[in-house]
Nanobody, 124 residues
Framework: QVQLVESGGGLVQTGGSLSLSCAAS????????MGWFRQAPGKEREFVAA????????YYADSVKGRFTISRDNAKNTVYLQMNNLKLEDTAVYYC?????????????????WGQGTQVTVSS
């Protein structure tokens, strides 16, 4: 199983940007679909973005489409989430997730490896 460690979270004002990273170890992620999820206090963990193993296909939640970009560097075994024009409602703990396969997966239950999360707080 692949181990995942997120970084890059922090405090930012509305309209600002943050870039999250997810470093994988234990296995190469080249055969893995990678995803980002988030969980706000009192809410369920929700899908944010996913990218296929080769990076050719991406999928976004409607709430972040046009503002967030997921990318990957398989040589570095790392996945990224660039977040622009951040809003108050983007405040959450952001989790990186992985599962093997060639499709793009968007359901939480489809993933079997998770990081510990990184806090993103957007203030007004």
């Amino acid at each position: 199983q692949v181990q995942l460690v997120e970084s890059g979270g922090g405090l930012v004002q509305t309209g600002g940007s943050l870039s999250l990273s997810c470093a994988a170890s234990g296995r190469t992620i080249i055969n893995y679909n990678m995803g980002w999820f988030r969980q706000a206090p009192g809410k369920e963990r929700e899908f944010v973005a996913a990218i296929s193993w080769g990076g050719g296909r991406t999928y976004y939640a409607d709430s972040v489409k046009g503002r967030f970009t997921i990318s990957r560097d398989n040589a570095k075994n790392t996945v990224y989430l660039q977040m622009n024009n951040l809003k108050l409602e983007d405040t959450a703990v952001y989790y990186c997730a992985a599962r093997s396969g060639i499709s793009v997966y968007t359901a939480r239950d489809e993933y079997n490896s998770w990081g510990q999360g990184t806090q993103v707080t957007v203030s007004s």
